[in-house]
C-alpha cells in the first residue's frame, strides 16, 4: 500500500541565517558572514530535494521571542509552510514539535539542516520502517548523535528526548537507552555525517566532488570560496 503525503510529516528543524549564529564552529576557517551564507545554501539544497518526497515538508524555526515565522519558498517559487519551535531545551523543541505533527499525521520525522547530504531514499525508508514495526527510527551520526530521529503516532513518548546529553557523544547512546527504558522498538538508518567542523567542511567538499549533480547551491560557494583561497596562496 502506497501511503499518502499527508499521512508522513517532515519537519526540517533549522533558523535564520544570522551571521554569528548558525555554523559557529566553523567560524575562524570561514567568516560569520560566510558560515551565513553557508547555513542558507544548505537549507535552500535540503529543502529543494526534500520537496520532492512521499511525505508533507514544513520547517521548523528556532525564532527570537515575537519574530514572524519566515516566508520560505523555494528557488522555483513554490512555499513550504513554517511553524515556530517551542520548549526551552532541544528535547522539548523536538517534542513538541512532533507531537503537535502526530495531530495531523500518522509517522512523522525530524531532521537537521546540518546534513545537506541527506539523501531522499533515505527518508522514505525510515517512514517504510515507521508504517511496518518500527516505534521509532534513528538516523546515527558520526559525531555520536543523530541526523534524524521519527516515530508515530501512538508511539511517541517524552522519555526518549529527556536527560540527553545534547551535543556530545552520547546523545544516540543515551537516546537507545531511553528508548529501551520505555519499551520501544527502534530501526537504525546508515550512519551519515553533518557538516559542523572545519574537518566536516573538507569531507563534505570530497563527497560534493563525487556526487557533481547534488547541492547545487553549497556547491557554488565551495567552489567560489576554494577560488579565493588559492588566490591568496598564489
Request: net charge negative; with cysteine; proline share 6%.
Amino acid at each position: 500500500m502506497v501511503s499518502s503525503p499527508t499521512s508522513r510529516r517532515l519537519l526540517l528543524f533549522t533558523k535564520p541565517a544570522r551571521p554569528g549564529q548558525v555554523k559557529t564552529r566553523l567560524i575562524g576557517d570561514l567568516s560569520a558572514e560566510q558560515t551565513a551564507e553557508l547555513h542558507q545554501a544548505f537549507v535552500d539544497d535540503l529543502s529543494h530535494r526534500l520537496s520532492g518526497g512521499d511525505f508533507e515538508l514544513q520547517l521548523a524555526w528556532a525564532l527570537d521571542e515575537g519574530e514572524a515565522v519566515p516566508a520560505y519558498r523555494l528557488p522555483e517559487g513554490s512555499s513550504v509552510p513554517g511553524l515556530r519551535q517551542q520548549g526551552d531545551t532541544l528535547g522539548d523543541r523536538l517534542f513538541l514539535a512532533m507531537e503537535q505533527a502526530s495531530d495531523s499525521a500518522e509517522s512523522f520525522a525530524v531532521v537537521g539542516s546540518d546534513h545537506p547530504s541527506l539523501p531522499l531514499e533515505r527518508v522514505h525508508r525510515a517512514f517504510e520502517l515507521l508504517e511496518g514495526k518500527a516505534d521509532v527510527v534513528l538516523g546515527p551520526a558520526e559525531d555520536g548523535g543523530y541526523y534524524l530521529v521519527g516515530s508515530r503516532r501512538g508511539s511517541l513518548h517524552r522519555r526518549i528526548f529527556e536527560d540527553i546529553p545534547w551535543s556530545s557523544e552520547k546523545v544516540l547512546e543515551t537516546t537507545l537507552e531511553r528508548c529501551r527504558e520505555v519499551g520501544l522498538q527502534v530501526e537504525l538508518l546508515p550512519e551519515g555525517a553533518d557538516v559542523d567542523t572545519p574537518a566536516d567542511l573538507t569531507a563534505f567538499e570530497g563527497w560534493l566532488e563525487k556526487e557533481p549533480l547534488a547541492c547545487p547551491r553549497s556547491r557554488r560557494l565551495v567552489a567560489r570560496w576554494g577560488e579565493v583561497r588559492q588566490e591568496v596562496r598564489s
